[in-house]
Structure formats: C-alpha cells, structure tokens
C-alpha cells in the first residue's frame, strides 16, 4: 500500500526558510516522479514543483523558482522542498504527489504533472502540511 507522509511545515517569518519532506512508503521511490503541490483558502491547487522518477528533470512554477528547491533521496524513500526566502503569499497547505508508471505515460514530465495536476487529481497523495509565513 502507497503511503506518503509529510512532515516540516509551520510559521515562519518572512524571508526564513522551511524544509518540507515527503516519507514514501509501500513502493520503490525510484520508479515514481514526485510533484509538491499547494492549496491556500479560497485558490486554486499550484503546482509548485516537480521531479523526475530518474531524478534528470526537475521543474519550478515562477512563483517559487529561485526560492525551492526539490530534491530527492531514494535510499531514504524521502523526498524534500527545500523553501527559502519565505513570503506571505507562500501561505498555504502543501502536499507531496507519488505519480508512478501508469500516470507517467500521461505526464511524462514534471512540468506537465504540476500544470495537469492543478485540476486533475492522480497520483498517491501525502496528509498535507500547513505552512504559514507571517510576522
């Protein structure tokens, strides 16, 4: 059974730094890409950032690049968001995506997995986690 469980979020203050990580279980990480995505009160699901199951492509919406970074360990079935230069708008639940092969023929990318993902549901999700970044 797919498991994602989520840990790092919290309050930050503007400017600091969050890193958000993703515990797989139940399935080999390697074989699957991960997305992070988030959702604040009343907007849409962002797609924040994705990478891929061969960890050779990596992608970043505008309104994070430069700020996150995603990476990848999978001999500790553990996926990361690392957030820097926190702001308010960055407020929001996030979550960790499993998409595996089946899906992957679909998107094969995760540019597409994070543009497709706003509106679609796939994948294995993790609970979410709630960051706040506020003064």
């Known amino acids: 059974q797919l498991q994602l469980v989520q840990s790092g979020g919290g309050l930050v203050q503007p400017g600091g730094s969050l890193r958000l990580s993703c515990l797989t279980s139940?399935?080999?990480?390697?074989?699957?890409?991960i997305g992070w995505f988030r959702q604040a009160p009343g907007k849409e699901r962002e797609g924040v950032s994705g990478i891929s199951e061969s960890d050779d492509d990596t992608y970043y919406a505008d309104s994070v690049k430069g700020r996150f970074t995603i990476s990848r360990d999978n001999a500790k079935n553990t996926t990361y968001l690392q957030m820097n230069g926190l702001k308010p708008e960055d407020t929001a639940v996030y979550y960790c995506?499993?998409?595996?092969?089946?899906?992957?023929?679909?998107?094969?990318?995760?540019?597409?997995?994070?543009?497709?993902?706003?509106?679609?549901?796939?994948?294995?999700w993790g609970q979410g986690t709630q960051v706040t970044v506020s003064s």
């Open positions: 139940g399935f080999t990480l390697e074989d699957y890409a």
């Open positions: 995506v499993a998409v595996g092969e089946r899906e992957l023929r679909i998107v094969s990318t995760p540019e597409l997995m994070c543009v497709m993902g706003q509106r679609i549901d796939f994948g294995s």
